[in-house]
């Protein structure tokens, strides 16, 4: 259903080309929830952003192929975009107290967007805006329609603005660490409330975050990008229970676990390369502990199957990294 | 939203009651001055002066000779010019009042269509040809000083050609709208152009550096992600959000100019307004007339502050309930 293929996006800055992203390609099916995860400045929203055209920076330069329901979107014109964007691409964002529009009320909002991709009249789209706000757990929609986005908490201010990804039915929805500026609780809430609505809207999901927890909770698929390139792909599963990157080993390390003795919150050594220089070998190679010759070079994605990943270590050096590391982790 | 409005006009009555505290306690209490001589003038007898302490009750306590005062600005409306002999002051007032409300109503109208619409054309067409040109002009004419500004548009239309391409433009001066509304149009209509560049400059650069700003904003993204044309949000959203602080300096702007702020351009294009009647007031040492127009001034002031807030409650619900 969306197909991207060698994503580059780089912008020109005065130290030089910035490259964002750098070859990212993945597919999502239909009803299908890919989690793209990632460091800050990883590029995963860049990428996102930048396939819908919602990068509007003199100094960008995007190519590559993005393929939505077979036809090419990268590079169509603001008008033809217009109708791609909140018509069958719906999106979600990361901060729900700044996303909206503090002087008009939300369902003014909602309607707005409905009567941009329909022609329903303006009381059909009030009725189907007051419908979406029940739908996703608002409590007395006909009068909250009416309200200002001040007025409501961040996790209701977030289900106003999945109502309105939702209002036109997208095929597709992009969430961009819908959970990230909300609180514990709210945050298991609103995903919850996000796998709902994508069982019953039939739509696909592509949700970014940085959080292995969300990955594991929502996705199918998941693509793990460090420095604009992506290090690892694969169905949720393996890449969560047998992960082959060793950034993807740091990344699960790093999250905290209640039943671990080890109560040192593990972190991946060294800072995230910055975009304007990364190395031309593996870009995760400077921080890597198992570092070699070769990786002086830059891997390709391969592996066996439908689970790739991009670095030089072969499968017998990973069993036994990864079995020193268990006995290891079992005797602290 | 009505008793947010009526909590904002009461707490106006109360600023207004405070400022008149103040100004009264500046001219009436002053150490080391003597109040009837500042009010008589500068060659006053002294039976003139016993009779002004009579009446403004010079040598009875600071809250009485308060009370008086407002007595005679307020309910006898006769408080008097003792450097023009008999010349009441509200009357005064009330003639020149509307001078000065048609050239800054006119002026304002002026300004505020030409400042948003330069405004939103420069944010409009960031990096194109057009948007530094705007902000130029802009420049230029917050730059030019109202008086010079002012003399230039006089010498062209009142002398050089004046035979002319500027043979329609009449004599300066004032003419009623109730008399002739043509006229008074076009009596006004370089004084408003001149008056108006200013603010229109200030408010044109104000305003795209607003909507460029908003147009960062998380807001905007969202409702470019609901596939709305550029157009739509610019207006709509944000245009919508930037005109807060456009109104905020509108009405400071708005109530100091009626207030008597306009005096350079009444000045120099010789409208009999507020401003005139300060300026002749303050030549001349007629402190009852000065009193009159800091009151007057203040008051409009308060008023348009007031009316500013409702507005403001009115464009951001975010203000209604603080």
């Known amino acids: 259903m ?104 939300v369902g003014w909002q909602i309607v707005e967007q409905i009567r941009a991709h329909t022609d329903m009249t303006k009381q059909q789209a009030r009725e189907r805006a007051i419908g979406l706000l029940g739908e996703v757990g608002i409590p007395d929609p006909k009068s909250r329609v009416d309200h200002y986005p001040h007025e409501f908490s961040g996790g209701m201010r977030q289900r106003v603005v999945i109502a309105m990804a939702l209002s036109c039915n997208p095929k597709l929805l992009i969430a961009d660490e819908p959970t990230t500026a909300l609180d514990v609780t709210t945050q298991a809430q609103i995903l919850d409330l996000m796998l709902k609505m994508q069982e019953s809207y039939g739509s696909s999901i592509v949700i970014i975050t940085h959080d292995m927890g969300v990955i594991a909770e929502m996705a199918h698929r998941v693509v793990v990008m460090y420095a604009g390139r992506p290090a690892e792909i694969g169905p949720e599963v393996d890449v969560v229970r047998y992960p082959r990157h060793p950034y993807t080993w740091g990344l699960l390390g790093a999250v905290p676990r209640v039943d671990s003795k080890n109560r040192r919150l593990v972190t991946i050594p060294g800072t995230s390369v910055s975009p304007l220089d990364v190395p031309e070998g593996c870009a995760f190679g400077p921080r890597c502990e198992h570092r070699m010759e070769i990786c002086d070079e830059r891997p390709v994605l391969h592996g066996p199957g439908d689970h790739l990943d991009a670095c030089w270590l072969s499968d017998a050096q990973r069993l036994a990294i990864r079995s020193a590391r268990s006995v290891a982790g079992g005797a602290s | ?98 001078v000065t409300l ?143 602080s456009i109104v905020s300096l509108f009405g400071l702007d708005f109530g100091a100019l009626i207030g008597g702020a306009a005096l350079l351009t009444e000045v120099v294009m010789g409208l009999p307004g507020i401003g005139m009647l300060t300026y002749n007031a303050l030549q001349n040492l007629d402190l009852p007339v000065l009193m009159g127009c800091v009151m007057y001034g203040a008051f409009f002031i308060v008023l348009a502050n007031a009316v500013v807030d409702v507005l403001y409650a009115w464009l951001d619900p975010r203000v209604r309930l603080a």
């Open chain 2, 102 to 244: 048609s050239l800054v109503i006119g002026a304002a109208v002026i300004w505020l269509i030409v400042g948003v619409l330069g405004g939103v054309v420069a944010a409009a067409n960031r990096g194109k040809f057009i948007d530094p040109l705007i902000m130029f002009v802009g420049i230029a004419a917050v730059s030019v000083p109202a008086y010079w500004l002012g003399e230039v548009v006089n010498y062209f239309t009142q002398s050089k050609f004046h035979s002319s391409i500027f043979s329609w433009v009449p004599s300066s001066g004032y003419v009623s709208p109730t008399t002739n509304p043509w006229q008074w149009a076009l009596h006004l209509l370089f004084p408003w152009l001149t008056l108006a560049a200013l603010y229109a400059g200030i408010y044109a650069r104000v305003l795209r550096a607003e909507l460029v700003n908003a147009m960062n904003e998380d807001y905007v993204r969202t409702a470019r992600a609901k596939g709305l044309s550029e157009r739509r949000i610019l207006l709509r959203h944000a245009l919508r959000c930037s005109l807060i």
């Open chain 2, 1 to 98: 939203m009505r008793s947010f409005i009526i909590r904002r006009l009461i707490s106006a009555v109360l600023v207004l009651f405070a400022i008149s505290v103040m100004v009264f306690l500046i001219f009436f209490a002053t150490p080391g001055v003597d109040p009837a001589a500042r009010i008589a003038g500068r060659s006053a007898t002294p039976q003139i002066l016993e009779q002004v302490r009579a009446a403004f009750g010079l040598n009875r306590p600071i809250p009485i000779r308060y009370l008086l005062m407002m007595e005679h600005l307020f309910i006898k409306h006769d408080l008097t010019s003792y450097v023009n002999v008999g010349d009441r002051v509200l009357p005064q007032i009330l003639q020149a009042a509307p």
């Open chain 1, 2 to 105: 969306l197909s991207v293929r060698d994503l580059r996006v780089s912008f020109a800055t005065r130290q030089g080309a910035l490259r964002a992203v750098d070859g990212l390609s993945f597919d999502v099916g239909s009803k299908e929830v890919l989690g793209i995860v990632g460091e800050s400045g990883s590029g995963k929203s860049v990428a996102m952003y930048s396939m819908l055209g919602l990068v509007r920076d003199s100094n960008v330069t995007i190519s590559g192929s993005v393929k939505f329901e077979g036809r090419e979107i990268l590079g169509l014109s603001d008008r033809e975009m217009q109708s791609v964007r909140g018509g069958d691409i719906g999106m979600i964002f990361q901060d729900p107290m700044t996303a909206l529009t503090p002087v008009y009320t």
